[in-house]
């Protein structure tokens, strides 16, 4: 589980908080400042391990094809030998098929640091190791994040560049969009007389003290686009989520929501029977919950267009291993790494090119909840206003 704060959300089930679109998290838990200060002490001691990597010419490079191609990229990292990835949980979005992949496919050794960081937690934690052979080579942060530290980025343009929607990426190659989720309600179907299909049908009798939020609203990026999914499915929309805060009073009001953050164990011990979370987040639980003898269902309300949030990727300027850096983000844009994220019912950003092209990973596909209309995704200003709304008006103590 990522959490994340309202300044950089990613979808998670205990979110990186932040009301960022992407932050919501089912659980990247805060990544805490223990790892910050243990790699902030091995730097000192690192230090003296840090060269020859770093004067690479891959270290300024903005593409493969403007340094060698691909094959003097895989011949250079592979001469590095490592990467170091951050704020990767196996279980997150199916990270853990995507790394076997790219060890599989490439022979490099895989320093995976901060498994429950947040976005922030991730820029805190180059700052710390800043010139040191611990320094993560990349990032996967939420989008106020990434703008906000656009200083520590460097702009690479993976091969399939061209193939990504000109609104999912910084021009440049500073950041670019890798995948997203639709916010979902998962239920116990033997806790409900019949699991919701509509945003609307969460305020009937049979759901009271069932519903949780994934998040407080006010610091999780996964609560604020559960906001946001109410106030779509009730006459709002990105500009404005009134609607939204005014159901979730309903819903508090009439006794259904509960003032607990839920979690894989809130959820298997009954104790929060429907949460409103990202979809790969609740959809990830759907096999281990069987195996206790839930049967969690999970829906993309019908009553409003889905919302998603993206996650984005980036190479740190200051890469120990710049080659390593580049090439992984050339992998995580080729359909076998995409197909690894729609296995963890994540939607990867070439989706729609996969499917057209014949490259998607059918059952994959079909595994993912059905949905209809055009995505809501906020915008950055949409995201502050949205969280500006929430400061002054969220009057619901949650978690």
Excluded at 37 to 65: D, E, N, R
Excluded at 125 to 134: L, M, S
Excluded at 256 to 273: E, F, Y
Aim: negative net charge.
């Amino acid at each position: 589980m990522k959490p994340e704060t309202l300044a950089a959300s990613r979808p998670e089930v205990h979110d990186r908080t932040t009301p960022s679109q992407e932050e919501a998290e089912l659980g990247r838990s805060t990544r805490t400042s223990a790892f910050v200060a243990t790699i902030a002490l091995s730097a000192m001691l690192a230090l003296a391990a840090c060269g020859g990597s770093g004067s690479s010419t891959w270290k300024t490079a903005t593409s493969a094809s403007a340094n060698g191609g691909m094959d003097a990229l895989v011949a250079a990292a592979k001469a590095e030998g490592k990467i170091n990835v951050i704020a990767v949980p196996p279980e997150w979005a199916n990270y853990k098929g995507v790394l076997a992949a790219f060890k599989a496919k490439y022979g490099l050794t895989v320093e995976e640091q901060g498994l429950d960081f947040n976005s922030q937690k991730e820029i805190d934690a180059a700052n710390a190791t800043k010139g040191t052979d611990k320094a993560p080579d990349v990032f996967d942060l939420t989008a106020a994040i990434a703008t906000a530290n656009t200083a520590l980025l460097a702009p690479y343009q993976v091969a399939a560049w061209g193939d990504i929607p000109a609104n999912l990426k910084e021009a440049t190659g500073l950041y670019v969009s890798d995948y997203t989720g639709f916010m979902s309600i998962g239920c116990d179907a033997k806790k409900v007389t019949t699991p919701p299909a509509t945003v609307a049908d969460l305020l009937k009798a049979d759901f009271k003290g069932k519903v949780a939020l994934n998040g407080n609203p006010k610091t999780s990026g996964s609560g604020l686009n559960g906001v946001v999914m109410a106030a779509v499915a009730n006459g709002g929309s990105a500009d404005d989520i009134k609607p939204g805060v005014d159901f979730f009073n309903q819903l508090n009001t009439a006794g259904n929501l509960l003032p607990v953050d839920p979690t894989p164990t809130t959820i298997a011990s009954g104790q929060t029977p429907c949460v409103i979370d990202w979809e790969y987040n609740n959809a990830a639980l759907t096999a281990d919950l069987a195996s206790k003898g839930i049967d969690w269902k999970v829906t993309i309300p019908s009553d409003g267009a889905p919302v998603a949030a993206y996650y984005l990727q980036a190479v740190s300027k200051d890469a120990p291993h710049p080659a390593a850096a580049r090439l992984w983000e050339e992998f995580l844009y080729t359909p076998e790494a995409q197909n690894e994220w729609l296995k963890g019912f994540a939607r990867p950003v070439l989706l729609d090119k996969m499917v057209a092209a014949g490259t998607v990973d059918q059952a994959a596909l079909g595994a993912l909840g059905q949905a209809s209309g055009t995505p809501v995704v906020l915008t950055q200003d949409q995201v502050k206003k949205a969280a500006d709304y929430l400061a002054a008006n969220w009057s619901i103590e949650l978690p």
